[in-house]
């Protein structure tokens, strides 16, 4: 193993830690103006594609991915959730890579829009890779204007009348994402360090602290040409309950086919599976979650949709079996 590449990984995981609570100490021992909520929860894919919540993932496929989401959360229910994600990561120089995303989400009357760019270094030993990436966003928090003609509305609210000029941040995120001995997947996530809001405001409330752990291991089973992947992914996000994804992964004929379940114990308690499929460069991904909960009744359950086009990758994948040979 190289003693120079594994002095680099340690010296920057720790200037990772030391930052983020510098940072942390810095933030949360004031009082500020807080989002509304992390928007990290929404997509249910970040098992398959984490560069969708994890700065770390930045640039780590070698190649450029351009990614786009949606998700409609609570299907055939009135005002239901839809979000969508678009994302481009990809390298731009030695060991770092660059990153953007874009991201619009819909909840009732509540509207969100949410810019990042984002900046990863990869250190890379014998047995071990490592992403450290770094994230500037800006986001808006807005409520619709419709609102105020809805009869179930006061729309005379003091506060409702204040929201409808909406309320904007910019804050920056950490994240760092690694592969151990090509089995070993681990990663962090602390976002939210800065939580600015932008323009005059006199609002004071005490910030969140939040954090995602992700753990997983690859098993390759060559004899059948497959591999699975089982994680957990855990999340303590600002205005979102805590909860644990637990998560099993299985990819089919060099993931040509991919296939994977998933359950999240707390919050809404749903069951999730997941289908996928590849053909060169070109990605499907296709998931559906129903929750225990007794709203469950009340709607069709949470759709999501990704396509991700990974552009560059050397490993293509062949549907005539002539080219193939």
Same mark, same amino acid.
């Given at each position: 193993?190289?003693?120079?590449?594994?002095?680099? &990984? &340690?010296?920057?995981? /720790?200037?990772?830690?030391?930052?983020?609570?510098?940072?942390?100490?810095?933030?949360?021992?004031?009082?500020?103006?807080? %989002?509304?909520? $992390?928007?990290?929860?929404?997509?249910?894919?970040?098992?398959?594609?984490?560069?969708?919540?994890? @700065?770390? /993932?930045?640039?780590?496929?070698?190649?450029?991915?351009?990614?786009?989401?949606?998700?409609?959360?609570? +299907?055939?229910?009135?005002?239901?959730?839809?979000?969508?994600?678009?994302?481009?990561?990809? @390298?731009?120089?030695?060991? #770092?890579?660059?990153?953007?995303?874009?991201?619009?989400?819909?909840?009732?009357?509540?509207?969100? #829009?949410?810019?990042?760019?984002?900046?990863?270094?990869?250190?890379?030993?014998? +047995?071990?890779?490592?992403?450290? !990436?770094? &994230?500037?966003?800006?986001? !808006?928090?807005?409520?619709?204007?419709?609102?105020?003609? *809805?009869?179930?509305?006061?729309?005379? *609210?003091?506060?409702?009348?204040? %929201?409808?000029?909406? %309320?904007?941040?910019? *804050?920056?995120?950490?994240?760092?994402?690694?592969?151990?001995? $090509?089995?070993?997947?681990?990663?962090?996530?602390?976002?939210?360090?800065?939580?600015?809001?932008?323009?005059?405001?006199?609002?004071?409330?005490?910030?969140?602290?939040?954090?995602?752990? =992700?753990?997983?291991?690859?098993?390759?089973?060559?004899?059948?040409?497959?591999?699975?992947?089982?994680?957990?992914?855990?999340?303590?996000?600002?205005?979102?309950?805590? =909860?644990?994804?637990?998560?099993?992964?299985?990819?089919?004929?060099?993931?040509?086919?991919?296939?994977?379940?998933?359950?999240?114990?707390?919050?809404?308690?749903?069951?999730?599976?997941?289908?996928? /499929?590849?053909?060169? /460069?070109?990605?499907?991904?296709?998931?559906?979650?129903?929750?225990? =909960?007794?709203?469950?009744?009340?709607?069709?359950?949470?759709?999501?949709?990704?396509?991700?086009?990974?552009?560059?990758?050397?490993?293509?994948?062949?549907? *005539? @079996?002539?080219?193939?040979?």
């Amino acid at each position: 193993m190289n003693t120079i590449n594994i002095k680099q &990984t &340690t010296f920057l995981t /720790a200037a990772l830690i030391i930052l983020s609570i510098s940072l942390s100490n810095v933030v949360f021992g004031q009082d500020g103006s807080p %989002r509304y909520f $992390d928007e990290r929860y929404i997509s249910t894919q970040g098992y398959v594609n984490p560069v969708l919540f994890n @700065p770390g /993932a930045i640039g780590q496929g070698d190649y450029h991915q351009l990614i786009v989401n949606y998700r409609n959360k609570w +299907a055939s229910f009135p005002d239901s959730p839809k979000s969508f994600i678009a994302s481009y990561d990809g @390298p731009i120089g030695n060991n #770092l890579a660059l990153g953007a995303m874009f991201l619009s989400d819909n909840n009732a009357a509540l509207q969100t #829009l949410k810019g990042q760019i984002g900046l990863n270094y990869t250190v890379n030993s014998t +047995a071990n890779k490592l992403g450290i !990436g770094l &994230t500037a966003e800006v986001i !808006g928090h807005d409520i619709d204007a419709g609102i105020i003609n *809805d009869d179930t509305v006061n729309g005379s *609210d003091i506060l409702i009348l204040d %929201r409808l000029n909406g %309320r904007n941040f910019f *804050d920056i995120s950490l994240g760092a994402q690694g592969i151990y001995d $090509d089995k070993f997947i681990y990663g962090i996530v602390l976002p939210g360090l800065l939580d600015m809001m932008l323009g005059d405001t006199d609002d004071e409330v005490e910030n969140e602290f939040g954090y995602i752990l =992700h753990l997983g291991y690859r098993i390759d089973v060559a004899s059948y040409d497959m591999v699975i992947e089982p994680s957990i992914i855990a999340k303590s996000l600002r205005y979102v309950p805590f =909860h644990v994804d637990i998560n099993v992964l299985g990819k089919f004929l060099n993931e040509q086919l991919t296939g994977g379940i998933s359950y999240t114990v707390n919050a809404d308690e749903k069951l999730g599976f997941l289908i996928g /499929a590849r053909v060169n /460069a070109f990605n499907f991904f296709y998931s559906y979650n129903i929750s225990r =909960h007794e709203f469950q009744q009340y709607n069709n359950g949470s759709h999501e949709l990704s396509v991700r086009f990974d552009l560059g990758r050397k490993d293509k994948v062949m549907t *005539d @079996p002539l080219m193939s040979n």
